[in-house]
């Protein structure tokens, strides 16, 4: 898959928008990426799988880390698609059942590559970090789909975690 196939599916599926849109870290933006329009859509959803399962590729005894919400059903599909396991992140601890910040089967040194959608500022992927270290994993790395750069990256490899992104703003941007 090159980059530009993963670009137009996610223009296809209606999910890189324009206009004005407030963003979670509380910012501003002149377009938005809506991650549940290209996680829903079956074509965008096996392109990712698909790019991360290759960037899997060697690391055979890898756990996936979804990152709740929006990073859980590319855990899932590229687990299918690499046949690695994967444990979910959540942002916070349940009320009820287990009160586990991580769902999954989880050994303590487990090396843990973290899948998110979208990196803004790189909040919820370093909270997710933490908590799998917290929980015994090792992190090192995270895959993400859209590396909006906005300092997200740099942010998440200042927690000692290299960064790689399948497309940025800026390639998703090129031709507007």
Same mark, same amino acid.
């Given at each position: 898959?090159?980059?530009?196939?993963?670009?137009? %599916?996610?223009?296809?599926?209606?999910?890189?928008?324009?206009?004005?849109?407030?963003?979670?870290? +509380?910012?501003?933006?002149?377009?938005?990426?809506?991650?549940?329009?290209?996680?829903?859509? @079956?074509?965008?959803?096996?392109?990712?799988?698909?790019?991360?399962?290759?960037?899997?590729?060697?690391?055979?005894?890898?756990?996936?880390? +979804?990152?709740?919400?929006?990073?859980? @059903?590319?855990?899932? *599909?590229?687990?299918?698609?690499?046949?690695? @396991?994967?444990?979910?992140?959540?942002?916070?601890?349940?009320?009820?059942?287990?009160?586990?910040?991580?769902?999954?089967?989880?050994?303590?040194?487990?090396?843990?590559?973290?899948?998110?959608?979208?990196?803004?500022?790189?909040?919820?992927?370093?909270?997710?970090?933490?908590?799998?270290?917290?929980?015994? %994993?090792?992190?090192?790395? %995270?895959?993400?789909?859209?590396?909006?750069?906005?300092?997200?990256?740099?942010?998440?490899?200042? *927690?000692?975690?290299?960064?790689?992104?399948?497309?940025?703003?800026?390639?998703?941007?090129?031709?507007?």
């Amino acid at each position: 898959m090159t980059n530009q196939e993963l670009i137009d %599916a996610l223009r296809e599926a209606d999910a890189v928008q324009f206009g004005e849109f407030e963003l979670s870290h +509380g910012g501003t933006s002149e377009y938005y990426v809506d991650k549940y329009l290209f996680e829903t859509d @079956p074509r965008c959803l096996e392109l990712i799988a698909e790019a991360f399962a290759e960037r899997l590729e060697g690391d055979a005894e890898t756990t996936l880390g +979804g990152v709740a919400l929006g990073g859980v @059903p590319l855990a899932a *599909a590229t687990s299918v698609a690499a046949g690695v @396991p994967y444990v979910i992140a959540r942002k916070q601890r349940k009320e009820y059942g287990t009160g586990n910040l991580i769902e999954g089967d989880l050994e303590e040194g487990e090396e843990v590559v973290v899948l998110e959608d979208i990196v803004t500022t790189g909040t919820s992927l370093i909270d997710a970090v933490e908590a799998l270290r917290e929980a015994g %994993a090792t992190v090192n790395r %995270a895959l993400v789909v859209v590396d909006r750069e906005e300092g997200g990256r740099e942010n998440v490899e200042e *927690a000692g975690v290299e960064v790689e992104a399948l497309v940025t703003a800026s390639e998703l941007l090129a031709d507007r």
